[in-house]
């Protein structure tokens, strides 16, 4: 539980921060700092135990079917990583607290900062590999909002789209890679993956997992080709530069590398892919850093270029080689967050970042000179500094590789040792030569606690540098030895070797860094370069931007040639589909029982002749002739109610009627608005016309044949008798209703009705919201034709005073007696639902139907003066009504929608028949009643609206003087 | 000829009437010519329906069929007047 707390309490933080008041800033601070103290002092109090060698786990049943847990797993490496995390973390937002300005939205900072350390603490201790890809795409998203955090800029939206785009596309390769994994070993869970080495390594799908793998880590780490998104994502505040973007975030690829190194590494697969890209970005990296003006972007390359060191250790993948590489990750994590703090306080104080203008900030700046200048000789790599520990192990390590034949290794290491130094003397530089006088602010010493975490790192980088066998010796050694296990070397931390190569080669990139850096400074007008010179050509960024605009452009013409806004072709091709496909998979079954034919009623035969055509004339109508086709399906939709009717199914032919009724008024309502049909050039031929309405209704009749076919297949096919006969035998007996049917809706199946009155409420309230703000094809915005006649007298009348007093009055007079007429029968049809057909549905139906008559009677207008019509209450009464019967069960412990069935002896009205179900089926009618009146009120308030539209606008035509 | 022969006959002759009738009714709903033809055709065949069902409930012998017979009455009219008013004032609700 501790060990989970570590991980669920900075996403409690994060979304406590993201509550406060907008201007917070201690509230937030204090929050931030004390989550990152509890974890601090969580895992410290763990160390015990890792130091010891042990592996700490705690599992969560997760998709246990899947074999899938949520496992938390901290051994030594993931522990380092923890503390590097948490520590970095609490000095990063002590130092936020005073670089953000008054006037930014701390909440959403702070808030995203927690769910990033959170997400990143989930990256180290995951136990279980799925799960760690998704914490790592949770940090390329919290890294995205992070980047984004000033998302008025330009530059912070794109380099978070950049970073985003290829983290999170790097994070899907992982994905497979795992998966590949995983199918390899036979499961995610890390130990399996981490013993199973060998099977790994001899597997044919070897090589596809370890592209991919390395395709997760290479684009997280910023390594080549994919490092151009780390300079882009310096759009984002100093303390989240500091924080992802060098200290932890872009660590987490090589630490994947590390994580994995025991499963994957020892073949020339990985040596070639991982090495390779780490010494070209070692290179590119730190050549580039050198022609930046941009504190920040120096900074940004040369961390690009550390990871390349780190990832070229890994690549070479012997064990010294690996101790290397997780030493310098510590390092480099330290003096480049302080470098990072020291270039924010820089921008926050002088107002600029831009290296060409700043200059002899030491004596504004004493102290934190002093700080960047020791920072920065760490990341030179000068003796006494930690930076200069690892970097000799890298040269020796790169010495041993490169011994004879790949002695390209060696000038490369050296090349960039030389690259390096030179890069940080163009940071050092800031800091002599004559105070700048046209500097936007005038440069004082920070805050004392801001500069607080800068000193602190920088110490640190002190102390390891001139004792590190007792500062980080014992914690680098807990990590080293979970990743190597037995085959942990013997390695010595100390600063003096004794006079040896790699002293030597410190010595030359010492010497020929401070060289190049004169010769360029003085010979090539550092100052004046815009580009980087010989490597501008390879442009990551334009590269992404051209593949980002081919892939938008491509999406285009593809919509451009399959995609249609036009419904009938959608529907048309939707329709053969339907027919072909079944056809093509199912074919025809060889065996057909069939029950004998039960005779032959010519009546009814002759009933259906009348249905089908009108169908068939529907089907041909429907192409040219709106109004036609609605009435002949009218027809057919009475014809199916008969035949409901005749083949006693009462329930089924009463709901026909209703829903006949309100789809005929609902069709009306939206023929109102539909736009006229698009003038196709096949209207200007009669033969066009013809050839398009054969098309159209033979794909109709086609389709109709074919759901008459699977009917008449489903019924001269004999009728399996366990399910319908289990229903008839148990509705009176244990539904307590003699009508199945019903039983069936509100009790054995109550939870499919349920979801079924769910559904409705959901279509009615999209809808409803879709049409709040629907603006109808302009041809169709008018008043209709018909109302424009001056001879017509209702045409000066209001919609009431037609029913009141004009051509509806006789209609009025009755269709406002019948509204409680109607109000009666829905209400006998719902009592009796249970036993005899009716129930909720029908009766909400004819309910709905009742008012929908006084609103075409009178209009929208009258009707809501007059009535109370509140769609949205009836259809939330109706959903809680249903759900709290069906939760009523539980307080008697029986499982959700058990029906009860009460007996009560009332005076007067004798002894009732009450089941629970009645209750349910009253919610059904409530959200039936709601669900229907609330499409149709809204649909038939956009009349209302665009009639208010022209009476709105006259008067102020009366008023302009003419 | 008994009481109960005769009704069966003239229940037949009603159902072939009412069925005739609505093959009528459905051959006016399909020629037209106008919308105004078609409306009144559908009127008819909701009211001859209603007649069916009544009449099929007597052969039948069913109550529910007198049921649906009164809903028919009480709401056939609707679609009638929802139709008749988009062809009268252009749309159904004002």
Redesign the interface.
């Known amino acids: 539980m501790l060990l989970f707390s570590l991980i669920f309490v900075p996403f409690v933080g994060s979304l406590v921060a993201a509550l406060l008041p907008a201007d917070a800033r201690n509230r937030e601070a204090w929050l931030a700092g004390g989550v990152t103290v509890y974890g601090l002092v969580v895992a410290a109090s763990l160390y015990p135990e890792i130091a010891a060698g042990e592996i700490l786990r705690h599992d969560l049943p997760w998709l246990p079917a899947q074999g899938l847990d949520f496992v938390l797993r901290v051994d030594g490496l993931a522990w380092v990583f923890t503390m590097l995390v948490l520590a970095i973390g609490f000095l990063v937002v002590l130092y936020a607290r005073y670089y953000m300005s008054p006037s930014d939205p701390v909440p959403r900072f702070f808030s995203f900062l927690l769910a990033f350390m959170g997400s990143m603490l989930g990256v180290v201790l995951s136990g279980n590999l799925v799960q760690l890809v998704v914490f790592w795409e949770l940090t390329s998203l919290t890294s995205f909002l992070l980047i984004a955090y000033w998302h008025h800029r330009a530059d912070a939206r794109r380099g978070a789209r950049m970073a985003f785009t290829v983290t999170a596309t790097g994070g899907l390769c992982l994905m497979a890679g795992v998966l590949v994994l995983g199918h390899i070993v036979g499961s995610y869970d890390l130990d399996v993956v981490l013993a199973a080495g060998d099977r790994i390594r001899a597997h044919d799908l070897y090589l596809v997992a370890l592209v991919l793998i390395a395709l997760g880590a290479l684009t997280k780490s910023a390594q080549f080709p994919f490092h151009f998104w780390l300079p882009h994502a310096m759009a984002a505040p100093t303390p989240v530069s500091s924080y992802l973007h060098s200290a932890t975030m872009v660590k987490a690829g090589v630490f994947l590398l590390v994580r994995l190194w025991p499963a994957l590494s020892g073949t020339p697969e990985w040596s070639w892919i991982i090495g390779g890209a780490g010494v070209c970005t070692l290179l590119i990296g730190a050549f580039a850093a050198i022609f930046q003006h941009d504190l920040k972007g120096l900074l940004a390359y040369s961390t690009i270029s550390h990871l390349g060191l780190i990832t070229v250790l890994i690549g070479i993948g012997t064990p010294l080689a690996m101790v290397a590489a997780i030493f310098h990750i510590l390092n480099h994590a330290t003096f480049k967050a302080s470098l990072f703090m020291a270039a924010g306080i820089i921008d926050h104080e002088t107002g600029t970042r831009d290296m060409r203008v700043l200059r002899g900030l030491r004596h504004k700046l004493p102290i934190t000179a002093t700080l960047a200048i020791v920072a920065g000789a760490a990341m030179a790599g000068v003796p006494l500094l930690n930076g200069f520990l690892s970097k000799e192990m890298f040269f020796s390590e790169a010495l041993l590789v490169g011994s004879d034949r790949n002695w390209w290794m060696s000038a490369a290491a050296v090349a960039m040792g030389i690259f390096s130094v030179a890069y940080s003397l163009r940071f050092i530089a800031i800091f002599f030569g004559p105070p700048a006088t046209d500097l936007p602010r005038v440069p004082h010493e920070p805050p004392r606690w801001m500069r607080f975490p800068v000193e602190l790192l920088v110490l640190a980088c002190l102390v390891v540098g001139v004792v590190p066998a007792i500062s980080i010796g014992p914690i680098l050694d807990v990590a080293v030895h979970a990743t190597l296990g037995a085959s942990t070397p013997q390695y010595d931390l100390a600063p003096w070797h004794g006079f040896n190569l790699p002293l030597l080669m410190s010595v030359i990139a010492l010497v020929g860094g401070v060289l190049f850096y004169v010769v360029l400074r003085n010979r090539f007008d550092l100052h004046a370069r815009t580009r980087t010179p010989l490597i501008y050509r390879f442009n990551g960024a334009q590269a992404y931007e051209t593949v980002m605009l081919r892939l938008t452009s491509g999406a285009e013409w593809l919509l451009r040639w399959l995609g249609t806004s036009r419904l009938q072709p959608q529907l048309l091709i939707m329709i053969i589909a339907m027919l072909g496909v079944p056809l093509l998979l199912a074919g025809v079954p060889t065996q057909w029982t069939t029950i004998p034919r039960q005779g032959t009623d010519p009546l009814f035969a002759l009933v259906w002749v009348i249905g089908c055509v009108c169908a068939v004339a529907g089907a041909w109508m429907a192409k040219y002739h709106r109004l036609a086709a609605l009435s002949l399906i009218g027809g057919t939709g009475i014809i199916t109610a008969i035949t409901f009717l005749w083949l006693s199914a009462p329930d089924l032919a009463l709901t026909q009627l209703m829903v006949e009724t309100v789809t005929t008024v609902l069709i009306l309502l939206g023929l109102r608005w539909l736009p006229p049909r698009i003038e196709a050039k096949e209207l200007e031929t009669p033969s066009g016309v013809w050839l398009h309405r054969s098309r159209d209704m033979a794909v109709a009749v086609a389709g109709g044949l074919a759901m008459a076919a699977l009917t008449y297949a489903v019924l001269i096919h004999p009728a399996s008798d366990t399910i319908s006969d289990f229903f008839l035998l148990r509705a009176l007996s244990e539904g307590g209703g003699s009508n199945v049917v019903n039983v069936l809706l509100v009790d054995f199946r109550s939870f499919d009705t349920l979801g079924e009155v769910t559904v409705l409420s959901i279509v009615a309230l999209t809808v409803y919201a879709l049409l709040r703000r629907f603006r109808p094809a302009p041809e169709s915005t008018g008043v209709p034709a018909q109302q424009g006649h001056s001879l017509d007298p209702a045409s000066h009348q209001t919609p009431a005073e037609q029913a009141n007093s004009g051509y509806l009055m006789v209609a009025g007079i009755y269709l406002r007696l019948l509204l409680p007429f109607l109000g009666v029968i829905a209400v006998y049809f719902f009592m009796r639902g249970h036993n005899l057909p009716g129930g909720g549905f029908v009766a909400g139906l004819i309910f709905a139907v009742a008012i929908l008559v006084q609103y075409m009677l009178a209009g929208a207008v009258w009707v809501e003066n007059h009535l109370r019509v509140r769609p949205h209450r009836w259809l939330a009464f109706g959903l809680v009504l249903a759900c709290t019967t069906g939760l009523g069960a539980w307080l008697f412990e029986y499982p959700f929608l058990t029906t009860h069935t009460a007996h009560v002896t009332l005076p007067l009205l004798g002894d009732l028949h009450l089941p629970s179900a009645f209750v349910f089926d009253l919610g059904v009618f409530a959200a039936v009643v709601g669900t229907t009146m609330l499409i149709l009120v809204a649909l038939a308030h956009q009349s209302v609206r665009a009639h208010r539209l022209p009476s709105e606008e006259a008067p102020q035509d009366s008023r302009r003087p003419s | 000829m008994s009481a109960a022969t005769l009704l069966s006959f003239a229940i037949m002759f009603a159902?072939?009437c009412t069925?005739l009738a609505?093959?009528l009714?459905?051959m006016r709903?399909?020629i037209?010519p106008t919308?105004q033809d078609?409306?009144l055709?559908?009127d008819t065949?909701?009211m001859t329906?209603m007649l069916?069902?009544l009449m099929?409930g007597i052969r039948f012998g069913n109550l529910?069929?007198f049921?649906?017979a009164?809903?028919?009455a009480?709401?056939?009219f609707?679609?009638t007047?929802?139709?008749a008013?988009?062809?009268?004032?252009?749309?159904?609700?004002?």
């Not at chain 2, 008013?85 to 004002?94: N, Q, W």
Request: proline share 0%; with cysteine; charged share 15%.
């Open positions: 159902l072939v069925v609505m093959l009714c459905g709903l399909v037209g919308a078609r409306i055709a559908l065949l909701w329906t069916l069902v099929l529910v069929f049921e649906a009164m809903l028919i009480l709401i056939g609707v679609s007047v929802a139709l008013k988009f062809l009268m004032r252009g749309e159904v609700i004002e």
